[in-house]
């Protein structure tokens, strides 16, 4: 069974950082794309970033490239997105994801991201 675990959100000002992890089981995870989507409140969900299996090409949605970073470590089947010079606006619950884009993605209960002085 496929599990996604989000961890690492919380509560910071405009401007700080965060580091949001996702602990990966019940699939072979560096044979995957993984991606980070989240959802703001009142609004769908929303693509933030992907990286292929082999770590190495990345891509990133316009609100956030030059200030979030995703990465992965296949040995430890995890998943990292880190979030710097972070906005009001970067508030949304984020979800890593495996298949996004395809007919059938898997996502996890998210973890929530709230930015605010």
């Known amino acids: 069974e496929v599990q996604l675990v989000e961890s690492g959100g919380g509560l910071v000002q405009p401007g700080g950082s965060l580091r949001l992890s996702c602990a990966a089981s019940g699939f072979t995870f560096s044979n995957y794309v993984m991606s980070w989507v989240r959802q703001a409140p009142g609004k769908g969900l929303e693509w933030v970033s992907s990286?292929?299996?082999?770590?190495?090409?990345?891509t990133y949605a316009d609100s956030v490239k030059g200030r979030f970073t995703i990465s992965r470590d296949n040995a430890k089947n995890t998943l990292y997105l880190q979030m710097s010079s972070l906005k009001p606006e970067d508030t949304a619950v984020y979800y890593c994801?495996?298949?996004?884009?395809?007919?059938?993605?898997?996502w996890g209960q998210g973890t929530q991201v709230t930015v605010s002085s």
């Open positions: 994801a495996k298949d996004w884009g395809s007919v059938a993605p898997r």
């Open positions: 990286i292929n299996s082999g770590g190495d090409s990345t």
